[in-house]
């Protein structure tokens, strides 16, 4: 079964730091462009971060530009989301998401909760 | 950025119903527009992508049509799975903005 499902979220702090994680299974990691998108509470979806499958092309939202670091392990077949000086917008659910193609989102893991809260 | 606006917010339809949401870009994204489903707790599903191709595994009444900034999506006979949340999204550059949504609700 293809899966992905993400780990780490949890409460901090504003100004806080959290690492997710996304395992992938059940299809061939490496050849895929991935993603994290995010979700607010009642709100739509938004894209957060994109990567290449060799990791030379990394891209960012703006609201998450110089905060979150993307990146990849194609061994481990995981992809991880470093996120510091955490912000209440930045509450959300986290998903990890493949891309078959540019910015299109085929796979979508089950999703990991980021509150920022004191 | 890109915006999209999606119309209704809102739409209330019986099973059998064919029913059409559309999707207006802010400025021209050729063909590079996805669509998705989504129920409460879940995450998005893919339905359709550049802006008329179905994704394996989606039944066919599902369609979409459109180029340039208007887009629609037509479900051509209402079935109960389909009462949820429909969202478009652009992949014409980053950040790659999604719509508002629609949500379909059961008349």
């Known amino acids: 079964e293809v899966q992905l499902v993400e780990s780490g979220g949890g409460l901090v702090e504003p100004g806080g730091s959290l690492r997710l994680s996304c395992a992938a299974s059940g299809f061939t990691f490496s050849p895929y462009s991935m993603n994290w998108v995010r979700q607010a509470p009642g709100k739509g979806p938004e894209w957060v971060s994109s990567?290449?499958?060799?990791?030379?092309?990394?891209y960012y939202a703006d609201s998450v530009k110089g905060r979150f670091t993307i990146s990849r392990d194609n061994a481990k077949s995981s992809l991880y989301l470093q996120m510091n000086s955490l912000r209440a917008e930045d509450t959300a659910l986290y998903y990890c998401a493949r891309s078959p193609r540019s910015l299109t989102f085929d796979i979508w893991g089950q999703g990991t909760m980021v509150t920022v809260s004191s | 950025d890109i915006q999209m606006t999606q119309s209704p917010s809102s739409l209330s339809a019986s099973v059998g119903d064919r029913v059409t949401i559309t999707c207006r870009a802010s400025q021209t994204i050729s063909k590079d527009l996805n669509w998705y489903q989504q129920k409460p707790g879940k995450a998005p599903r893919l339905l359709i992508y550049a802006a008329s191709s179905l994704q394996s595994g989606v039944p066919s009444r599902f369609s979409g049509s459109g180029s340039g900034t208007d887009f629609t999506l037509t479900i051509s006979s209402l079935q109960p799975d389909d009462f949820a949340t429909y969202y478009c999204q652009h992949s014409y550059s980053t950040p790659g903005t999604f719509g508002q949504g629609t949500k379909l609700e059961i008349k």
């Open positions: 990567i290449s499958t060799r990791m030379t092309h990394i």
